[in-house]
Nanobody
């Protein structure tokens, strides 16, 4: 069983940068794809970015392509989300979650495919 803890959220001005971390405590972290999701007030949770368990293949939702970068450090059991050129519409609670796929090169942005979730960290983009 994986336990996930997000950190790094906060208040940032439009155009600024922020980096989030997702630290896992389980022993099977290497075998999981990991995704970042976000949920703004009154909206459904949506997939933002994901990274596969094998060879680090990544995917991004269109609205963050070119601005966000996901990476993972299996030795530290941590996944990062580096966010640049932040916009007010990026304001949300950000969650990380694991998903297991038999294909190690696969990752997904689908909420229902994820099993273990962190508690979330608030990101607010405002002047």
């Amino acid at each position: 069983q994986e336990q996930l803890v997000e950190s790094g959220g906060g208040l940032v001005q439009p155009g600024g940068s922020l980096s989030l971390s997702c630290a896992a405590s389980g022993s099977s972290f290497d075998f999981y794809a990991v995704g970042w999701f976000r949920q703004a007030p009154g909206k459904e949770r949506e997939g933002v970015s994901c990274i596969s368990s094998g060879d680090g293949r990544t995917d991004y939702t269109d609205s963050v392509k070119g601005r966000f970068t996901i990476s993972r450090d299996n030795a530290k059991r941590t996944v990062y989300l580096h966010m640049h050129s932040l916009k007010s519409e990026d304001t949300a609670v950000y969650f990380c979650a694991t998903a297991y796929y038999t294909d190690s090169l696969r990752c997904g942005l689908v909420v229902s495919e994820s099993d273990y979730w962190g508690q979330g960290t608030q990101v607010t983009v405002s002047s």
